[in-house]
C-alpha cells in the first residue's frame, strides 16, 4: 500500500482503495481476500489502489486514513443465503458487519479507532453472505465462489460512478 496516497487535485479523480479483509484459512471467511485477487487482475484507473488487507486489524488503520474513498469487501453472517452480494456505504462504525470471529479486530472497532483519529472519508462496503466458517480449509463454498463476479461487477460500478464526479 501507497501510505502517501495523494490527494487528488482540482483535476485529478480522487484516490480510492479497493480493500478485502478476512481469513483465507478460515474457508468462506476469506471472501474478501479472494475477491480482491481476482480484482487483481483487471486494469484499474491510476487513483485506484487495490490492497489485500488480511486480518490486518489496526495496521489497517493507515489505509483508512490515507484514503478519501474507499471499498470495502468482506464477509458477513447476516442470516441472508450464502453468497449474497450487498452494498451500502457506511457512515458510522455501527454501519459495519459485526466480526465473524476469525478477525484479530472487527471491522467496528477499527473504524471506531479510525474516526478517533478524525473524520472518514467516503466507504463503501461489499459484503457476501457466509452461513459457514470451515477452519483451515482455503477454498470458498460454491455459493460464495459463485457470488465473486458480482463482487468485481459492484466495484466497478463504484469505482466507476465515483471517476464519473
Known amino acids: 500500500m501507497n501510505s502517501d496516497a495523494p490527494d487528488g487535485g482540482p483535476n485529478l479523480p480522487t484516490p ?7 481469513n483465507v484459512l478460515m474457508g468462506d ?10 480484482l487483481e487482475a ?34 458477513t453472517r ?6 449474497t452480494v450487498r452494498v451500502f456505504r457506511a457512515r ?3 454501519d459495519f458487519p459485526s466480526a465473524l470471529g476469525a478477525h484479530d479486530v472487527g471491522l467496528r472497532d477499527l473504524l471506531s ?3 478517533l483519529l478524525g473524520p472518514l472519508g467516503e466507504i ?4 457476501i453472505s457466509v452461513e459457514t466458517l470451515e477452519p483451515m480449509c482455503l477454498e470458498l463454498s460454491a455459493p460464495v465462489r459463485a457470488a ?10 463504484i469505482v466507476q460512478g465515483a471517476s464519473g464526479r
Do not use: C, N
Request: net charge negative; no cysteine; glycine share 12%.
Open 148 to 157: 465473486l463476479p458480482e463482487v468485481a461487477r459492484r466495484v466497478r460500478q
Open 113 to 115: 479507532a479510525a474516526a
Open 29 to 38: 471467511e476469506g471472501a474478501g481476500i479472494h475477491a480482491v485477487r481476482m
Open 92 to 94: 458510522t462504525p455501527s
Open 42 to 75: 483487471e486494469v484499474w484507473p491510476d487513483h485506484v489502489a487495490l490492497m489485500d488487507g488480511g486480518t490486518g486489524g489496526f495496521q489497517l488503520l493507515e489505509a483508512f486514513r490515507s484514503y478519501p474513498r474507499m471499498v470495502l469487501i468482506d464477509a
Open 78 to 83: 447476516d442470516g441472508e443465503p450464502a453468497g
Open 124 to 127: 463503501q462496503v461489499v459484503t
Open 16 to 22: 480510492m482503495l479497493v480493500l478485502g479483509v478476512g
